[in-house]
């Protein structure tokens, strides 16, 4: 155990706060204000109809593991015919019923919006830090802006995608969470790490 | 080990649970020889040296169950499909 | 001081200050421990393994024999640590090892007096009789005898990770081949990773006085390094050592992040295990410098010539006052005579050969070195080396010298090749194994590959770098290879100096382990000739170091024995790691708290405030009571806590049962083939209990299953086996029956869940819920509510009851499920609402008979657990047909009954087996065993539950439950498992 953990209990969300070196921070985290999720999972023989009926809602879905964007929905692809939807502002209801109306009858909707801790990791130093858990390649020319990963990092099972350049978003089970941070704050820790949105500890 | 998952691409070993070999498949329950049938199903299996196909469970990935073929001796895999109908969509 | 006056890889301008054994001596940055004390003319730096016998630094690398050492002190003490490796640090305290009292006197010297009976087997013929001598004599005297170092006794202050890093292609090495191919892959635009074990890349190339590009080594050095570190998609990774070479392209490499520091600086980690995984592997790992045996040549001042070499060239430290070489080979004279120019007084080389080539001959002439051609050095003298005693066909003479080099010539470094099962090969013209078959994607340049001359492992590492890239992907246009003068590539095979006998004392083949020539002859005049037996007889090669200086010795001793060379006695192959690594690094961030994730319930920070005493299931943290500061242990919190449960109403989170939500037309169809019960007829709104088998019919799991809409329902599954169960629906899915149409999520974490139970659970339920009829008709037992609580708060509300009372689950999304602990807290305190924890639960199920993880065992079938008649018989099922073998279905298998004692004071002891009074306690009189016990309040004595062969047929059978391991052995009266209310009345009103 890392003495940065020495009075953090195992089974707490590490508080907000900068951890390392003082200075700037080569990687942050931000957990995210509770999103809605709810997972949509292809009924049988059912994928390519559901990707039509979203893409004609506005939401455009790849079926493989990628992340796309659309009608203020952000869905990352976790297996054949089975995304991980989030959506910002609505809660866990509206979103069902917002996809329920977008496939009606070709998806099993699933409200997940309580189930996962989601967390925005960027920085300098983030794919540095990233790799003492990941063991994905997150090299840009195997893991770009827009690639999803579903794994396990640290004994923790994670799906995270790389938002954009600079950031990517994790969704770590609600119950493992604590355990992640921790990995993360003793990982991140050497290059100076800023933690927000997990409250005061 | 690495195992290039068809949907999620290569990983790590460790994120796929083993089952064993692809091969056998369930026998029908009703047959009259339902009980020798499903002995040799769950507890017979051959031991081969060689390409092998097997059941391995992407179990910190996709969950998708594949079919990987992989050489007992030497560990080298030469494909991997989904199991069962080795359709990848749903 | 044999610190040479000028030159070498160190930064005079600055010293560090170090101790050894207690005194204090000076280095410079640059140095190593080792190169440090030779520095200060510390020659004898340990003792030996078994003999004792005093030993020096004989290598400049990793694979040093001998200079082993205590490092560090306290809780960082590391032991076995080899003094050829340590980066010198300002302050750095080493200790000798192995010796006793002093390193200078050891009292356990005299084991070489004994040293017949402690030649090779001499455990195995030692110590065979009387047995109980091996526990109070022998053993302690090895202990104190042999052994290495000793490790900290406090645990480790310091931090490990670990990580993963991907490249096209993997260079390991980076001397003169692995900076060629790093170079050549590198500008292609391949992703690279170049490792080194040592803090300097280089490899030889800082040791010798060679020409490239027309220039010094050291220069192109320099360039390689600075081009290679502006290249982004190239890594340097010096200090690191890549131990091991395993499946699918994965390397296992230590990366010594703070190991030249005193301590690790703030947030930074001591060491860090790389997982490489890469498409390409140039293995550049060099070659040994192999010992020749012959007597004495375990003496400190005896050392590797290319080690000699080293210590003047690069860390301008001389390993003597003045010295020799002992060689065979072009090589090693070159290196001696690069010594001598770098200030080193060498007197002599001695080589096996009659003659010289030109150049080099001359080259020791103008540098004033003496040349004896076809000699052998048959002798050597002193505590430390005072003298040698050459032979030659023209007579012997003594040299007064205080270091000699010796060279036998180049054993390729091929440790990683053989990680795959590789085997080495013998190549004649070089009287050399080199790799075999090597792992996929690897490939071998430079001296592991058997290529010497300079320009040629250039030549070679510019091309397999080139080639690795390329099969990557990235065409390299075809660069020029770093071009280099050939250098001197001559030898003789010569291995062994022979015809002395005894005389000048014992010539050693593996220093580590203390196994000399003669015991090798030991091992062939008793027949244990092959490889692996001489290795295991002798124990060649089985140190630390696996004999990579010390096998190929071993062999040449056996060939010239049977007669038979080389080649027939085989090699043993090297297994990972490479060098030793410590259990800490592979532990990474893993340890202590950290071991694995605690996973906390949506109430746990509640649970805490309520003064909970917190137990591990599997991931989780539960509560297992929450004690009461009158109470005096934790069986009258439990007591107290069932009581009023069973009384007025208690509560427990129960959200670490698995759920799963299944959608689908043919969800009905898939629970009827995974349940042994029928589901599709369970109607909308209702929730039963079911049992799943494993396809050899054994019981996999259990637990309640609601059907929330017609093609909609939502599943339970123990805590244990909630990914288990995941994955056995998901086989169902994809491979027994893809036809089927349904959609599986987990919904572990989604939902809290949490159980009120207890006669009053009603009123407790009916002040929170959101105008839902509770009642026993709007709400029937088994039944499913949906709506919402507190106000608004989504909810499912199942009537289950595990504790046989009338009861509750209420299910409600995770984040709001502290709130609802709390409101059902507040709505339950006129009636003295009671949490409780997982023990109480616990007695709770075994009060009411319910099977449970103890029960359901991997090794028990329906029938055996009483639930034999839930089995539909109107469909199939997983474990149907096996569940149906005569050996399951035999009335004399055990099962499941409720047990008392018949002294009802007498306490119950799960685990303790059941034999017939007055039968022996015999195997053959086992009748079966307790699964699970607990003193129920409710009855006022202890209760058990158990399997007992032909159990149910046998209730008011008194039997002995027999409990040898805790001295147990006490009456038991059979009964039925539901200690209360065995028609189940409480949970229906
Ligand atoms: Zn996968």
Request: proline residues 6%.
């Amino acid at each position: 155990m890392s003495d940065l953990l020495e009075h953090i209990a195992p089974t707490h969300l590490v508080p907000e706060g900068h951890y390392g070196p003082q200075g700037s921070a080569g990687v942050t985290a931000h957990a995210v204000e509770t999103p809605a999720a709810a997972t949509l999972v292809a009924r049988k023989g059912a994928t390519a109809r559901l990707i039509v009926a979203c893409a004609a809602a506005g939401l455009p879905l790849a079926d493989g593991p990628r992340v796309s964007a659309g009608a203020g929905l952000e869905a990352a692809g976790t297996a054949p015919g089975r995304w991980l939807v989030l959506a910002e502002g609505v809660s866990g209801a509206d979103l069902v019923a917002r996809l329920a109306a977008m496939a009606p009858g070709l998806a099993a909707i699933t409200d997940q919006s309580d189930a996962n801790l989601i967390l925005d990791i960027s920085g300098e130093k983030a794919r540095a830090a990233l790799a003492k858990g990941v063991t994905v390649d997150l090299d840009p020319t195997a893991f770009a802006a827009g690639d999803a990963a579903t794994t396990t990092v640290s004994h923790v099972g994670v799906t995270f995608w790389r938002r954009d350049a600079d950031t990517y978003r994790f969704a770590v089970g609600r119950s493992f969470a604590p355990a992640f941070l921790r990995w993360l704050t003793v990982s991140a820790a050497e290059y100076g790490f800023a933690l927000s949105g997990t409250g005061r500890g | 080990m690495r195992i290039t998952c068809p949907y999620c691409g290569a990983r790590s070993s460790h994120e796929f649970a083993y089952l064993g070999d692809a091969a056998p498949t369930r026998p029908d329950p009703s047959a009259p020889d339902a009980a020798e049938a499903f002995h040799a199903y769950v507890y017979e299996r051959d031991n081969p040296a060689g390409p092998m196909d097997e059941l391995w469970y992407h179990s910190a990935g996709c969950r998708r169950w594949l079919k990987v073929t992989r050489d007992t001796r030497t560990h080298a895999i030469t494909a991997v499909a989904f199991a069962g109908t080795g359709e990848a969509a749903r | 001081m044999t610190r040479l006056a000028h030159g070498g890889l160190i930064d005079r301008g600055r010293t560090l200050s170090f101790a050894f054994d207690g005194k204090t001596f000076k280095g410079h940055p640059g140095d190593t421990l080792a190169s440090a004390l030779l520095a200060n003319g510390v020659r004898l730096v340990g003792r030996s393994f078994k003999y004792h016998r005093p030993r020096g630094v004989v290598t400049a690398g990793s694979e040093e024999p001998n200079a082993l050492v205590e490092l560090r002190t306290g809780a960082r003490r590391e032991p076995n640590t080899r003094a050829t490796t340590v980066e010198l640090y300002d302050g750095l305290e080493a200790a000798s090892q192995n010796r006793w009292p002093s390193l200078e006197f050891d009292a356990l010297s005299v084991n070489r007096l004994v040293s017949p009976f402690l030649g090779a087997g001499f455990y195995y013929k030692t110590f065979m009789w009387p047995a109980a001598f091996w526990e109070k004599v022998y053993e302690p005297v090895i202990r104190r005898a042999a052994g290495l170092g000793r490790a900290a006794d406090t645990p480790d202050p310091d931090h490990y990770e670990k990580a993963t890093a991907f490249c096209d292609v993997l260079v390991i090495g980076s001397g003169a081949a692995g900076l060629a191919a790093a170079l050549a892959a590198a500008r292609s635009g391949a992703r690279v990773i170049l490792a080194d074990e040592d803090f300097r890349l280089g490899g030889r190339l800082l040791s010798e006085r060679t020409v490239i590009n027309g220039g010094s080594a050291l220069d192109f050095v320099a360039s390689a390094q600075a081009e290679l570190s502006s290249l982004p998609n190239v890594r340097l990774m010096p200090r690191t050592t890549v131990f091991g070479a395993y499946d699918g392209s994965e390397y296992g490499a230590v990366e010594r992040v703070s190991d030249h520091l005193p301590a690790p600086l703030p947030f930074q980690v001591r060491q860090r295990l790389w997982r490489i995984v890469a498409k390409r592997c140039v293995l550049a790992a060099g070659a040994f410098d192999r010992p020749i045996v012959f007597p004495g040549n375990d003496r400190p001042g005896v050392m590797s010539a290319l080690a000699l070499a080293t210590y003047a060239t690069r860390y301008g430290a001389g390993a003597g006052a003045n010295a020799a070489v002992f060689s065979t080979n072009d090589h090693a004279v070159a290196a001696a005579l690069d010594a001598a120019e770098a200030g080193l007084k060498l007197d002599a080389v001695i080589d096996v050969r009659p003659a010289l080539p030109d150049a080099l001959a001359a080259r020791a002439k103008a540098l004033g070195v003496r040349l004896i051609t076809e000699g052998e050095v048959v002798a050597t003298s002193g505590k430390c080396l005072t003298s040698i005693t050459v032979r030659t066909p023209r007579g012997s003479e003594t040299l007064a010298v205080e270091a000699l080099g010796v060279s036998g010539g180049a054993t390729p470094n091929l440790n990683l090749t053989c990680h795959l099962g590789g085997k080495p090969v013998w190549r004649e013209d070089i009287a050399a194994f080199v790799p075999g078959a090597v792992p996929p994607g690897m490939a071998v340049a430079g001296a592991v590959a058997g290529t010497f001359g300079l320009a040629d492992i250039l030549a070679e590492g510019t091309r397999l770098g080139a080639a690795a890239a390329s099969d990557t992907g990235f065409a390299a246009a075809p660069a020029p290879a770093p071009q280099a003068e050939s250098t001197p590539t001559g030898f003789k095979a010569f291995f062994h100096v022979k015809g002395q006998g005894t005389k000048g004392g014992p010539a050693f083949v593996d220093q580590q382990n203390d196994v000399t020539a003669k015991d090798v002859a030991l091992a062939h005049r008793e027949g244990f000739r092959a490889v692996e037996l001489l290795k295991r007889y002798t124990t060649l090669g089985m140190a630390t170091d696996q004999g990579k200086t010390s096998n190929m010795a071993g062999l040449a001793v056996m060939a010239e024995l049977t007669g038979k060379g080389i080649p027939a006695i085989g090699t043993t192959v090297f297994r990972p790691p490479y060098t030793p690594v410590a259990l800490g690094v592979l532990a990474g961030h893993h340890r202590g708290v950290d071991f694995k994730p605690a996973r906390p319930t949506p109430t746990h920070a509640w649970a805490q405030a309520q003064g909970a005493v917190f137990v591990e299931t599997g991931l989780w943290m539960r509560a297992a009571y929450f004690p009461k500061a009158d109470e005096k242990d934790w069986l009258d919190s439990v007591n107290r806590e069932v009581k009023a449960t069973r009384e007025s109403v208690g509560v427990i989170d129960v959200s670490t049962f698995g759920k799963i939500d299944l959608q689908g037309p043919d969800v009905g169809v898939l629970l009827d083939r995974v349940y042994i019960n029928m589901f599709s007829t369970l109607a909308v709104g209702k929730a039963r209990y079911g049992v799943m088998l494993r396809e050899d019919g054994l019981v996999m799991d259990d637990g309640t299953t609601a059907r929330l809409a017609d093609d909609h329902y939502v599943m339970t599954t123990t805590t244990a086996n909630a990914a288990k169960v995941y994955q056995h629906l998901e086989f169902c899915l994809q491979v027994l029956w893809p036809e089927l149409d349904v959609c599986l999520a987990s919904v572990s974490e989604q939902w809290a869940q949490i159980a009120v139970s207890g006669p009053r659970s009603r009123e407790v339920l009916a002040k929170i819920v959101d105008g839902i009829d509770v009642s026993n008709a709007g709400l029937p037992f088994m039944g499913v509510a949906q709506g919402s609580v507190m106000g608004g708060v989504q909810a499912r509300i199942f009537r289950l009851s595990f504790s046989g009372e009338l009861g509750y689950e209420i299910a409600v999304p995770a984040r709001h499920g502290a709130a609802l602990m709390q409101a059902l807290m507040a709505a339950g305190a006129p009636f003295g609402i009671t949490p409780y924890g997982v023990e109480a639960l616990g007695v709770l199920r075994i009060e009411k008979g319910h099977v449970s993880g103890n029960e359901l065992t991997g090794q028990t079938c329906a029938r055996d657990l009483g639930l034999g008649k839930m089995a539909s018989t109107k469909k199939d099922y997983i474990g149907r047909v096996m569940a149906g073998r005569p050996a399951f279905t035999d009335p004399d298998r055990p099962s499941f009954v409720g047990f008392k004692p018949v002294d009802r004071s007498a306490r119950l002891r799960a685990g303790a087996h059941f034999l017939k009074v007055g039968a022996a306690a015999t195997t053959q009189n086992d009748e079966g065993y307790m699964t699970s016990t607990a003193f129920s309040p409710t009855l006022g004595h202890y209760i058990g539950l158990g399997l007992l062969k032909r159990g149910p047929e046998r209730m008011g059978e008194k039997v002995r439950a027999y409990d040898p391991v805790r001295g147990g052995d006490i009456e038991v009266e059979v009964c039925s498992p539901a200690f209360i209310d065995p028609q189940g009345e409480k949970q229906r009103v």
